[in-house]
């Protein structure tokens, strides 16, 4: 299965891949995590990603499609890969499809997330993720059992610098200017699979599942 999820910042697309590869097996590649890691580690990357970050802006396109040519070599993408986060521009998208042509590999699906904005906002001011595993909760639609503490793991949350509101609303923007063509760009390719993301996590789950078993 070689997966891309598409959709603005808050759609889901993270809670929705972490289920997708306990299921089938398959490695998340999170662009946004992977340069949230290189921003805390202070390599060089991360340095030069980190002002993007933070102004809700997009770190430049050879950087992510570097991190990705790569990634998508190791060995754990052989049977497949969920990409969250990535393309975000046309210029990337084209860059991927190069990439994957030179592995011989080809993309399987493309599953679009459909959210309102103000329902965005909602979702990303009370997104929490865990420092330890990772794993994202909601302050309302997802809370751990416990406040502040991840059930998987018992590592303590936190709320990332990028979700406050008014990066959150450049970042919008941000998807609406740049990352939004992607939508046509796939539609045109026959490869576009549109799902709505309104409705509670379980239920997108199985929707998004039930599209994966579909021809
Ligand atoms: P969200 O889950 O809210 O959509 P991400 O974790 O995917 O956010 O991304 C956080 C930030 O990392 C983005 O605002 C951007 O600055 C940078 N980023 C992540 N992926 C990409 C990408 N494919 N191209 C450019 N910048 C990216
Ligand atoms: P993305 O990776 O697309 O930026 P996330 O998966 O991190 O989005 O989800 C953003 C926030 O919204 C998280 O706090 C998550 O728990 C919550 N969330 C995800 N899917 C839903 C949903 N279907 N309904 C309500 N809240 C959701
Ligand atoms: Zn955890």
New binding site residues.
């Given amino acids: 299965m070689k997966l891309i999820l598409l959709g603005?910042?808050?759609a889901g697309?993270?809670t929705q891949a972490k289920m997708l590869t306990e299921k089938f097996n398959i490695p998340q590649i999170?662009?946004?995590?992977i340069?949230?890691a290189a921003v805390k580690d202070g390599t060089a990357m991360g340095l030069k990603?980190k002002a993007?970050?933070d102004a809700?802006?997009?770190?430049p396109?050879e950087v992510?499609v570097g991190i990705v040519r790569d990634r998508l070599l190791e060995a754990d993408c052989d049977n497949g890969f969920i990409l969250?986060?990535?393309?975000?521009?046309v210029a990337?998208a084209d860059a991927l499809q190069v990439s994957l042509q030179t592995m011989g590999k080809e993309l399987d699906r493309v599953i679009s997330l459909d959210v309102d904005a103000e329902a965005l906002v909602e979702r990303?001011t009370g997104r929490r993720t865990c420092k330890v595993c990772g794993r994202g909760y909601h302050v309302k639609f997802d809370p751990p059992g416990k406040a502040g503490i991840c059930d998987a793991c018992g590592g303590d949350l936190f709320q990332r610098d990028?979700d406050r509101e008014e990066t959150i609303r450049k970042?919008l923007q941000v998807y609406a200017d740049q990352t939004a063509p992607l939508i046509s760009y796939y539609r045109d390719a026959g490869a576009l699979m549109e799902l709505d993301g309104m409705q509670p996590i379980p239920q997108v789950q199985e929707k998004m599942l039930s599209l994966l078993q579909a021809n």
């Fill in positions: 603005p910042p808050g697309k993270g999170s662009t946004g995590d340069l949230r990603a993007f970050m809700g802006g997009l770190v396109d992510v969250d986060g990535f393309p975000r521009t990337q990303l990028d970042r």
